[in-house]
């Protein structure tokens, strides 16, 4: 198991409300972001910002973990390339996410097989992990019928800030579950090799 990265500090765009957050020295700091707040020059005066409002500096973390979509194309642009930027010049570590994954954190060696389901721009997309939460099925657009046909008895993980987007017939699932998306799982995806470290780049989805 690796466990280099404590102290990070997250970049999450890929929707509406984006969010920053920090972990250090086992204290929390979070802040959501506007969408509006989210285009790259802005985006970079709103992190320093919010370093400089809890009196941290870049020296207090060791590692950048970004968000890699699903999502706003722009949004993932943008904090990709801040991200990329800020690891450059501050010789941080940078790892990447998905929200696919991070929606199965909590479920680690829990369940044989977990799938990933997700509702952006009106569309559905899924994808497979076994219980290392290593992918099985490749992230892809389904149908609500093919949803409530060949996963009505699968484990299925939504996230909770999204599920008002869900239809009712998918939230009577018996075996749905609702996350609550929590940035400490980060670190436990990082600590089990399972952020991507090469390659970083937007996942976007049609």
Known sequence: MNTYIMNFFSI??????????IKTKNKTFSK?????????????????DFFEENNL??????????NQGPGHFSGLRGSLATAKGISIAKNLNLFGYNTFIWLCAKFFNKEDSIFSLIKFRD?????GFDKKLKSVLAAEQISEDKVLE?????????PKNGSNNFSSKVLKLSNLNIVDLDHNDLEFLQLNGLLD??????????
């Not at 999450?12 to 957050?21: K, M, W, Y």
């Not at 569309?123 to 994808?127: A, D, P, R, S, T």
């Open 197 to 206: 470290k090469k390659l970083i780049k937007p996942l976007y989805l049609s």
């Open 12 to 21: 999450d765009c890929s929707t509406n409300l984006g969010s920053l957050f």
């Open 32 to 48: 959501i972001l506007q969408s509006d707040k989210l285009n790259n020059d802005l985006l970079m005066k709103q992190i320093l």
């Open 123 to 127: 569309k559905y997309f899924i994808k």
């Open 57 to 66: 500096k870049f020296e207090d973390i060791s590692g950048i973990l970004v």
């Open 150 to 158: 060949i996963y009505k008895k699968k484990f299925i993980v939504i």
